[in-house]
């Protein structure tokens, strides 16, 4: 899938895993802002990416200490300028301490920068967006065929799980048919013209947007309905996990079921 109208900003985007995700996105064609603290790493980032024969064209760097609010703003201030709009944000920056030491090694100066820049830091880069920016969602809108690499590969996974926590072989066969009848259905949807898909309906273009995922309420659940976690699953689903299945490599136990629980 091609991101070029996609403008993302990435916090810690100079290095570590903000940095490969930048070359993602660079490498999908999307227009990339990183933020760092550092104006020499943010260029050296640069340099490494040109030098891996990564197209830099649409790479800005804007230098911004983001646990401080009115440089997270001018930052995203900046990533929007860039195209015009602003439709993703990646929080990558983090205080390597807090990830490499154990607790009980910091001191409270090591503790409270650990905690600025890992969760206030994250916090302000998220809350000072306008939120209609990120309301529209054109990657949906391009998966108007049921066989394009993106939702095959997710059937393959979901297939896979569903696989994992079945004790029936035909769970399997059934899983990849309901999930193909859904890439139908969704592809139909968005194969319609003159309309926007979006997370919400709002925005200045709410008239024209259409939420296709919608979140589990009072109404009744349809195929749209997304549950965001186990709280929201429908009362009386029981998931039963197979370890039988599963071939990866970690040595996976299920945590044992207290009674009357599902």
Not at 120 to 144: I, K, Q, V, W, Y
Not at 177 to 184: I, P, S, T, V, Y
Request: charged content about 25%.
């Amino acid at each position: 899938m091609s991101y070029e109208k996609v403008s993302a900003l990435v916090t810690g985007g100079g290095s570590g895993i903000g940095l490969g995700i930048t070359r993602a996105l660079l490498e999908t064609g999307a227009t990339v802002t990183i933020a760092g603290r550092s104006a020499e790493r943010l260029r050296e980032a640069r340099g490494e990416l040109a030098a891996q024969s990564v197209d830099v064209s649409r790479l800005h760097e804007v230098t911004a200490d983001i646990t401080r609010e009115e440089q997270i703003e001018a930052a995203v201030a900046a990533a929007a300028a860039a195209t015009g709009t602003l439709n993703a944000v990646v929080a990558c920056a983090g205080e390597p301490r807090g990830q490499m030491a154990p607790v009980t090694e910091l001191d409270l100066g090591q503790w409270h920068s650990v905690m600025e820049t890992n969760v206030t830091g994250t916090m302000l880069s998220l809350m000072r967006l306008e939120n209609d920016a990120f309301s529209p969602n054109p990657g949906a809108g391009e998966l108007d065929k049921s066989d394009k690499a993106e939702i095959t590969d997710a059937i393959a996974v979901l297939v896979k799980r569903a696989w994992n926590v079945s004790e029936l072989a035909s769970t399997k066969t059934l899983a990849e048919q309901e999930l193909k009848e859904r890439a139908d259905e969704w592809a139909k949807e968005a194969g319609v013209g003159g309309r926007i898909l979006a997370y919400e309906k709002r925005g200045p273009e709410k008239d024209k947007t259409v939420a296709l995922i919608r979140s589990p309420g009072i109404q009744a659940w349809d195929n749209w309905t997304v549950p965001m976690s186990m709280r929201e699953v429908e009362p009386g689903v029981r998931l039963i996990m197979n370890t039988s299945h599963i071939d990866d490599d970690h040595d996976w136990k299920p945590r044992p079921q207290t009674k009357d629980e599902d």
